[in-house]
């Protein structure tokens, strides 16, 4: 029975400090992105300018699909979406946003549910590469040909993304650098160190064939 109690008491202060590393991982990861992901151009700068890319080629009803609520990054990219369409004067409508997954099946079914809307967007901004599959899926699936009935961009730039069809615009990390900093941030975090100084990490809008001038008259 004492062997029982004791194997439940070291049970418990197992669970229990497995629960805090995870709290303390969780917020680490906060805090590598507000540390690393403030600094890097990508979520500050490079989603407004990859919206404002879209605008310029005459855009003006642009859906938004992103990932997880919650994520740090995916609140920084939403934010820059709508901070561009409102410098724009553009509106944002409702029927044009979704977000929860990075997964592509939900970014499909997301872009045929915008296809569906009374007036469809002409270019959809898809916060990564993953979602940005699923939106050619759906458009595919749908029979909307990209770039002339309906413009793509995407967000990381997979070594893929050339290979899509048509080949992707989107905006490039410096994904290995963003990873390297990440781990000495992380690191120094859960070792209760200071976070050695961060470098300003470039990024690059890649311009490919999928975004061209809406098209008149809609599909």
């Known amino acids: 029975m004492a062997s029982s109690s004791a194997a439940a008491t070291q049970q418990a202060a197992g669970a229990g400090a497995l629960d805090r590393l995870l709290t303390v991982t969780h917020d680490g990861m906060e805090r590598v992105n507000a540390l690393i992901l403030k600094r890097a151009e990508s979520h500050v700068d490079m989603v407004p300018k990859l919206a404002r890319y879209l605008i310029e080629a005459g855009h003006e ?5 992103g990932g997880p609520d919650g994520l740090y990054t995916v609140r920084e ?7 561009a369409m409102k410098e724009a004067n553009l509106k944002v409508r409702a029927e044009h946003l979704a977000g929860g997954s990075f997964m592509p099946d939900f970014a499909r079914k997301a872009t045929l549910e915008f296809l569906k809307t009374r007036t469809p967007p002409t ?3 898809a916060s990564s590469d993953f979602i940005a599959i699923g939106v050619l899926q759906g458009l595919k699936q749908a029979e909307i040909k990209v770039p002339s009935q309906m413009s793509v961009v995407g ?13 992707l615009t989107a905006i490039r990390q410096p994904i290995e650098a963003l990873g390297r900093q990440g781990f000495q941030v992380l690191f120094s975090l859960l070792s209760g160190k200071q976070p050695p100084m961060l470098t300003l990490l470039p990024v690059q809008l890649i311009e490919r064939e999928s975004v061209a001038a809406p098209r008149k008259g809609g599909f």
């Open 61 to 65: 009803r642009i859906g938004y699909i």
């Open 77 to 83: 990219r939403r934010a820059g979406y709508l901070q």
């Open 123 to 125: 270019a959809i901004l």
């Open 155 to 167: 967000f990381d730039d997979m070594p893929l993304t050339e290979l899509f069809n048509p080949p």
